[in-house]
């Protein structure tokens, strides 16, 4: 979302409160403050705000300077009842804002350092390079690894060195990494793991929010750091128990609402394919990692996109899992109790043979047991092999979802797949289901029904904040009649309805209206669930279409396409399984926008999408497809997924990874 022109006529209001309340930053209330985006932040603050936040590259330590971005402070009576209260390292209270700035840069600096510190005392077999043994552990499959270590064939510890050092590597041109867990006590722990498990002796990487005993999870926020939990959370212990080693946890954006992976705490994440650019966001530390090369298989979690995206900006593959069907407890999250809106995790992979793999052994290991959020469904072979062996699929392609067309490289993806399948003797057809954009906005407002108080709570003063979740909490924080006065002026005079009602949407509910949204959201999946079984849907295996309207975003590009999201966030409120796949590169000759193209008659959401669409500048970014199914249809979204590689590869069009780099 940008503020544009037409914010500007709110910008006396916010000069008039910092006059009137004399405080280091404007508000609404004596007790709120309000997180800015830059534009705003200057034109409200320039004689407050020292002129030295400037943009900042990966890993850079936040003590000597912040990006300029958005400046965010908490209410005194937040602060006393926050969860698990920050202490600074060398006291025994919390400081008050806005005192805790000084915190915030302590917390940071030392979280910096002791993740240097750890990878510099690595051995020197985690800092050589790639070797001939090396590579036959990495030119294998997860379940080739299992097998070999089943066998007594290849030591954990050699795999573990193997994508250590990868890793780090990894780490050293992405920024991707948070906590380090790997050390000489670790490697010793590996002789008391289940050597006969369905992961024995892989290492897996987890994103940050990931609870591993011995370690913080900061999800980002500075506030949350220097408290290493006593011991693992389920996901963890389900992990250990079928063998895998955790060894790095990765980055992600503060908030948890982005498609950028950046925070004061760890730095800003970028694409391995191109470091101008995103690796995705929220599990974008995943994505780079895996990308890279530096690990076969990670846990992330999704709510908006937030597996998929990284998926589709990084080259790699990912499932969506319906709400159940995966383990979601021993995390932490920006917004406990958010349910309008399911998180939930997943696992992400560099192959897609691993990505089966992984998902049945992690349903095999019954997770209902550890955890009573999974739904006891075991691992459905007969669903599997049955989808495996159907000779044609009738697949439904949404080509728009109504909000933001499809930019040209994406748009080719999915041609290109499409064409595949028909080829191949599959019935492709072009699909109209029930009203995408009427997701979208039911889906924004369910999301951050509390006027985003919950993500905002931690936040120290000048901790940065993601521009993206800034606009977002700068809309829900507006007064109702200024709110009122811009959504009139939005729709009437600037004539974009529909980013009139998304703005308009984005406010503090009541309990009743939450309930209302709620029933909202039940109505509008059960007009979908009727469109699937009687329908236009009817008979259709899977639905075709892309993950993003754009490929990877560059650098701050958030604050212009917070909203470009419709695409994933569409089967997060449906709760349907949905799997992403790399089809193919951004070409800056095929994906050119014409010279004729032109924002000027789109909506909101689609300018700001398209704002940063260069394929010049983006040649050689990967681009997927998302192949979606109905609830809880995890086998044969797999299935289909596997159906589209072969049917790419017959036509000599099969993606490449990123080559791991000697």
């Known amino acids: 979302m940008g503020t544009g022109k037409a914010d500007e006529a709110l910008l006396g209001y916010f000069r ?83 005192f805790d700035y000084l915190e915030h840069r302590r917390a940071c600096k030392q979280k910096q350092l002791e993740r240097s510190s750890r990878i510099a005392d690595l051995p020197s077999e985690y800092h050589g390079s790639v070797s001939t043994s090396d590579r036959l552990i990495l030119d294998k499959s997860i379940e080739e690894l299992v097998q070999d270590v089943h066998k007594e064939v290849v030591s954990p510890v050699d795999i573990l060195r193997s994508y250590g050092k990868l890793a780090l590597r990894a780490h050293a041109k992405t920024n991707c990494l948070t906590e380090v867990m790997i050390d000489p006590g670790a ?72 498609f950028e992976s950046t925070n004061d705490v760890w730095g800003r994440t970028t694409n391995p394919h191109n470091t101008d650019y995103s690796a995705g966001g929220s599990t974008g530390g995943e994505s780079a990692l895996l990308a890279y090369g530096g690990g076969r298989i990670g846990v992330g979690s999704d709510v908006a996109g937030s597996v998929r995206v990284p998926a589709h900006f990084a080259g790699i593959y990912s499932l969506r899992c319906s709400t159940g069907r995966w383990p979601k407890m021993g995390a932490k999250t920006s917004m406990a109790g958010q349910e309008g809106i399911p998180s939930v995790f997943s696992p992400m992979t560099r192959t897609l043979p691993d990505l089966v793999y992984f ?48 930019s040209p490289a994406c748009a080719r993806a999915l041609s290109l797949v499409s064409r595949a399948l028909s080829t191949s003797g599959h019935t492709i057809t072009p699909i109209h289901p029930p009203s995408p954009t009427t997701a979208l906005k039911l889906a924004s407002a369910l999301l951050n029904s509390d006027g985003c108080s919950t993500f905002l709570a931690p936040f120290r003063t000048l901790e940065w904040n993601d521009p993206g979740a800034a606009q977002l909490s700068f809309y829900t924080s507006l007064p109702s009649p200024i709110g009122y006065i811009h959504y009139l002026w939005t729709k009437y005079i600037k004539r974009d309805p529909l980013w009139a009602d998304l703005l308009y949407g984005m406010r503090k509910y009541t309990t009743p209206e939450q309930w209302e949204l709620v029933a909202q959201r039940e109505a509008y999946k059960a007009e979908w669930h009727e469109w699937w079984q009687d329908g236009e849907g009817k008979g259709l295996d899977v639905i075709l279409t892309v993950p993003n309207a754009t490929p990877a975003v560059p650098h701050g590009a958030m604050r212009d396409a917070v909203g470009n999201c419709g695409y994933t966030f569409l089967f997060n409120l449906l709760d349907y399984t949905a799997g992403v796949l790399p089809i193919t590169h951004v070409d800056r000759k095929l994906d050119a926008l014409p010279a004729s193209f032109n924002t000027a008659k789109m909506n909101g959401v689609a300018s700001g999408a398209y704002k940063h669409y260069d394929a010049d500048r983006m040649h050689g970014l990967p681009v997927g497809v998302q192949v979606v199914g109905q609830r809880l249809q995890e086998e044969k979204v797999l299935a289909v997924m596997e159906r589209v590689v072969e049917v790419m590869e017959k036509e000599g069009k099969g993606y490449e990874l990123l080559k791991i780099e000697d």
């Open 187 to 258: 490697e010793q722990s590996i002789e008391n793991i289940n050597l006969k498990g369905p992961l024995a002796g892989i290492p897996i990487s987890l994103k940050d929010t990931i609870v591993v005993g011995g370690f913080d999870t900061s999800v980002g926020y500075s506030r949350y750091t220097g408290k290493p939990y006593p011991k693992d959370g389920t996901m963890a212990r389900i992990l250990k128990d079928a063998g895998a080693v955790p060894y790095v946890k990765t980055n992600c954006p503060i908030t948890l609402l982005s």
């Open 16 to 98: 008039v409160q910092r006059l009137q309340h004399g405080r280091l930053f404007p508000a609404t209330t004596l007790s709120q403050s309000l997180p800015l985006s830059a534009s705003w932040r200057s034109a409200t603050e320039t004689s407050f705000v020292p002129d030295v936040f400037t943009q900042r590259p990966a890993g850079t330590d936040v003590s000597s300077d912040f990006r300029a971005g958005v400046l965010s402070r908490n209410s005194p009576t937040t602060i006393t009842t926050l969860e698990h209260e920050s202490t600074s390292a060398g006291g025994n209270r919390p400081m008050i804002t806005p």
């Open 359 to 406: 998902t049945k052994s992690m349903v095999g290991m019954k997770p209902w047991e550890y955890d009573h959020t999974v739904h006891p469904i075991p691992w459905r072979a007969g669903t599997y092999n049955s989808t495996k062996e159907q000779k044609k699929f009738k697949i439904g392609v949404m080509e728009t979802d109504g909000v933001v067309p499809p």
